[in-house]
């Protein structure tokens, strides 16, 4: 970040003398009028070409700042720290999981990345890419240990962002992405997230995940 800043200030500097160079020269070989227009036309322009280049910079410089966030979000979901936890939820597996505090880091880790797609630094589709085969299936793996840890702190607020999360990520890979995008509660979205739930279980997905967490 600071080297682009850094290479912005040079470029506009070095706008700004050749800018200067060229209005002297033709300030020497003007009327006083043409000085005059002269002297505005390239001040405007210096401006206007300091705004937009300086814009741009800005713009891939937060680009490269989110996708280097990006990167370090995806090498943490796989460190060794991460994967530890995720074996250690697939072997208790949907029983006797609601106190699992292992349940509740990776909830905490999932409800980061909802935050960050809440607040519009990274898209839904890009956590899909990402996350989301693991978002939506660790989800329904924990929710015991979520319904728990609500009741025992008596707020049904606690991991919120991560299930609309998963709710509209549901939708996304299912190509209903009109309702994939919103972000209020919705009770047809809900509904239909518990069919996808129930068809996870019954169809043997479920438990081929977590056969699949279990060896890592």
Do not use: H, P
Request: charged content about 30%.
């Amino acid at each position: 970040m600071k080297k682009i800043i850094r290479n912005c200030i040079t470029i506009i500097i070095s706008i700004g003398l050749f800018g200067f160079v060229y209005l002297i020269s033709m300030i020497f070989c003007s009327s006083d009028q043409n000085k005059w227009n002269i002297l505005t036309s390239v001040s405007t322009a210096f401006v206007a070409i300091s705004v937009i280049f300086l814009y741009f910079q800005l713009k891939l410089s937060r680009d490269i700042s989110i996708a280097d966030f990006v990167m370090r979000i995806d090498e943490y979901f796989d460190s060794e720290k991460l994967v530890e936890i995720r074996k250690r939820i697939a072997k208790i597996g949907l029983k006797n999981n609601s106190e699992s505090f292992d349940c509740l880091e990776i909830l905490d880790f999932f409800e980061k990345i909802a935050y960050l797609e809440r607040e519009g630094l990274i898209s839904l589709d890009a956590i899909d890419e990402m996350w989301g085969y693991w978002i939506v299936r660790y989800w329904i793996v924990c929710r015991s240990c979520v319904n728990s840890y609500r009741k025992k702190m008596k707020d049904n607020s606690y991991y919120l962002l991560t299930e609309e999360m998963v709710e509209r990520l549901i939708f996304l890979g299912n190509k209903k992405s009109k309702l994939a995008n919103k972000k209020i509660k919705n009770k047809k979205v809900c509904k239909e997230a518990e069919e996808f739930y129930e068809r996870l279980k019954i169809d043997g997905q479920l438990e081929e995940f977590i056969k699949e967490e279990n060896s890592l």
